[in-house]
């Protein structure tokens, strides 16, 4: 948002609470070994993320891999999805669910109908509103419509298993937001040479060049003054100083923003914020593999259950229902080879408990580790833990939530994406619109259309994108 702005020739600010941007984009080494917070894995360069990073000029020295995936079903069912495009993909599983193919190519015509009525994936798309297009989708429920459809458990469980990417169980998030996510994985996954932070280094870049400036380990503690329209014009800054501003742009979790605002705002905003919820977190180990152990690159999520409410409400449920396996190639500090596996498995995330002892984590610890040599038995006696995190270690790191995806999408769910209850503020960020890089990203793009106005928008895009899947015509 900040570069949008800068390039629309406003004078921007930017304010990080924590010691440097990124977020969960960032990497950390434990040994000179390089672990991926939050960007794991995501869709293709080829559409709208592609054209995003081209728009704010953060394009260069991005690489990446296909990374393919695959599911692993509690029946031993093994299925390797093809990452070859969004047709192989639907192809793909009406040879594995023959019986079920007619309902199946169902489901993919209502994606694909979804997506062409989203205008949003194509930045250069006119729109009249570019927060509009929603369907009677975006209030059926994932399951619902499973259910309509006649799905047997298992194939609904592979047409769910994107919900492990966005946070929401099917029986709460809309099946038209479902799509909006889980098309982009279908058509094909990939993994960013140099992590996420070959993203935050050129968005650094890209601030400097436009002269944003930037102030780090730096919070809102409060606004000073108020218009007589109701525009706020100050803020008092964690370091002590004011800030002055016209329009203000909030990525904050939402119950983070609720306090700054005057008690006059606060009720009705109150209101809106009481149904949402978090998603849940995850638990996570860091290890490295042998190299004597050759291993693919690839993610492979096992299920313990095919119920997905259950697998993303481990604080109804038994925890760790599914475990998430990246394995990815990488290189040492000293440049040595290295095969790095990050496990993911869904753990409770309420924003009031306690910090799990150390006795707990390590319990927790080892049944993640059993559940993953449950489905890799080839791994034990090759794997060398790392490290590992709770829910509270991302939000001691990562304030303030401690869910994966901050608040979950469901069907009655209010939209936080744009106007906030104070008249200049804007919301923008992962619990804005679609959770991930890509929703994040998309996020400013929308707002920024809104508020710039679309004749400079539209200055702000280049002329040549890469053409995404939409405007391909491909589905």
Partial sequence: MAILLAKAGRRVTLLEK???IGGRLVRFRRQGIPFDTGLHFTSSLVGILGQMLTALDSIDNIEADSFPWGLKLPDGHHLHFPNQGRSAFYDY????????????????ELE??????????????????ALAAFSELDQLTLDTLFRQLGFSPELAA????????????????????HFRVSYGFEEEMIRLKGGGDRLVDNFTRALDRLGVELRTNTHIIAFQEFSDAGHARSALLSDGSALAFDDLFCSLHPAELLPL?????????RRLLAPLQDTC??????????????CPPHLTSYLRSLDFNQILRPDRNEPFLSTGAILSHDIRTDGTPVQ???????AAAPPNAPQPTPAEKEAATLTVLEHAYEAWPELRGHLHLAAAATPHTYARYIPPGRGAYGVRMTTNAPRLMGRLPIRNFYGIGENAFTPGVVGTLLSSFLVARQVLGEEVYQQLLPADFPLTFLRNGIY
């Fill in 281 to 294: 977190g995850f638990f996570t180990i860091f290890a490295t593999v042998d190299n004597a152990l050759p």
């Fill in 340 to 346: 790095c596996l990050i496990l993911l498995a869904p």
């Fill in 158 to 177: 592979t047409l769910a298993s994107p919900a492990l990417y966005h946070g929401a169980p099917p029986e709460e998030v809309p099946a038209a937001r």
């Fill in 261 to 269: 605002l005057p008690p006059n705002r606060q009720r009705g905003f």
């Fill in 93 to 108: 599983l009406v040879q594995e669910f023959p019986h079920e193919a007619a309902a199946l190519r169902r489901y993919q």
């Fill in 112 to 129: 694909t109908e979804v997506l062409r009525n989203t205008p949003m994936f194509d930045l250069r798309a006119p729109v009249d509103d």
């Fill in 18 to 20: 924590t010691p440097a």
